[in-house]
């Protein structure tokens, strides 16, 4: 099967290679100046920031998908990889090893991240396509009262498009980031119709949990992440005090809150 973006040993090889330069940084970290064993420090906090900006870029992966605009999906999911994965292992330097403080937390989000975008590329790409490729029994045959409770689905769904978008075709429309912030009640209400429609057709329960769940597992993460992100930064910037609990301040900041 060809697919699109990097290719499994090229991910294998970057995942190992992140890898080995973390065991190799944290092995060498007693032996380093102090600034590369404080958070706050100018090395650790540039390499915070940057880090923090490419995790960013490999977020825009979702909204160039889902509003369909920004270039190639094919370029954006490259760089989803590639940033996000550079970008974890900066968050990774930054944290200087000290997991028994809040912000540890974004680095289990971020490792759960990861695995599960490795999962997804590795294993999971491959159940998908094979279900596609074989014979859903569920999905194919249904019966006379399911074919009647799908029947009104689509009428809604059909009824719905016509005032959501008009141009779109049902059988492959799926709302887009415009559409939710355009008409967020119709967007709703078709997501819905969508999901009850799924869940008839059994197309869940057909694949295993992993398979049918690893997507939203992954996009709920990804917004915990963000969202702790930049409530991080935020923190550390304008209530530099809180953070540093008592002690010195010694990171950039505009407040001391």
Known sequence: MNRSGP??????????????????????????????????????????????????????????????????????????????TLGAVLAAVHSAGRLRYAPALLLLALAGLLALGVWARLRGSRRMAATFAGKVESLLAPGPRLRDQ???????????????????????????????????????????????????LGARRAVPPGQAYWRRVHIALAVLFLAGLLGHAAVVTFFAGYAAGGEKIYWWHLAAW
Request: proline content about 6%; overall charge positive; charged content about 20%.
């Open 7 to 84: 290719g499994d040993r090229l991910l294998a090889r970057l995942i190992f290679a992140a890898g080995a330069a973390l065991v190799t940084h944290f092995a060498l970290l007693p032996d380093l100046p102090d600034d590369w064993r404080r958070p706050g420090s100018p090395a650790l906090y540039l390499t915070g920031a940057a880090g923090g900006l490419l995790l960013l870029v490999s977020a825009g992966f979702l909204l160039a998908k889902r509003t369909g605009r920004g270039g190639s999906p094919v370029r954006w999911f490259e760089a989803h990889v590639l940033t996000g």
């Open 150 to 200: 799908l029947s009104v689905i689509l009428r809604e769904k059909e009824l719905l498009l016509a005032r959501l978008d008009p141009s779109a075709r049902e059988g492959t429309f799926s709302p887009t980031l415009a559409h939710w912030l355009r008409r967020p009640r119709l967007s709703m209400a078709y997501a819905r119709l969508a999901g009850e429609e799924s869940r008839l």
